[in-house]
């Protein structure tokens, strides 16, 4: 499997906003679903948002309208009006087979994907 590598995580405080990136361009030219958990400590990891196949686009409600995720050749999440809450690794995720279509329901996504980088913490404080 390719790798994916993510980018652009650091600290800020509550309000700011950050923009990481994914290379992730094989899953992306394939076809793939692609996404963006996060796993806050000592929390399960958590579908922050995914881009379907068809290019339909899911957010978990907790981000709706603060968070916008879009790809080119590579992934990307911008991420506006951070709150403490959101302090987590963030992981880009994909489905290398190209089966997935999208998720209705994003709390069944990470179980799902079968590809992951590495992650970029982010950390927000008040």
């Known amino acids: 499997q390719v790798p994916l590598v993510e980018s652009g995580g650091g600290s800020v405080q509550a309000g700011g906003s950050l923009t990481l990136s994914c290379k992730a361009s094989?899953?992306?030219?394939?076809?793939?679903?692609v996404a963006w958990v996060r796993q806050a400590p000592g929390k399960e990891r958590e579908g922050v948002a995914g881009?379907?196949?068809?290019g339909r686009i899911t957010y978990a409600p907790s981000v709706a309208g603060r968070f916008t995720i879009s790809k080119d050749k590579d992934l990307h999440l911008q991420m506006n009006n951070l709150k403490p809450e959101d302090t987590a690794m963030y992981y880009c995720?994909?489905?290398?087979?190209?089966?997935?279509?999208?998720?209705?329901?994003?709390?069944?996504?990470?179980?799902?994907?079968?590809?992951w980088g590495q992650g970029t913490l982010v950390t927000v404080s008040s």
């Open positions: 881009i379907g196949r068809d």
């Open positions: 094989a899953y992306i030219e394939y076809g793939s679903y």
């Open positions: 995720a994909a489905d290398s087979t190209a089966r997935i279509l999208w998720f209705e329901n994003i709390e069944n996504m990470p179980t799902a994907l079968d590809t």
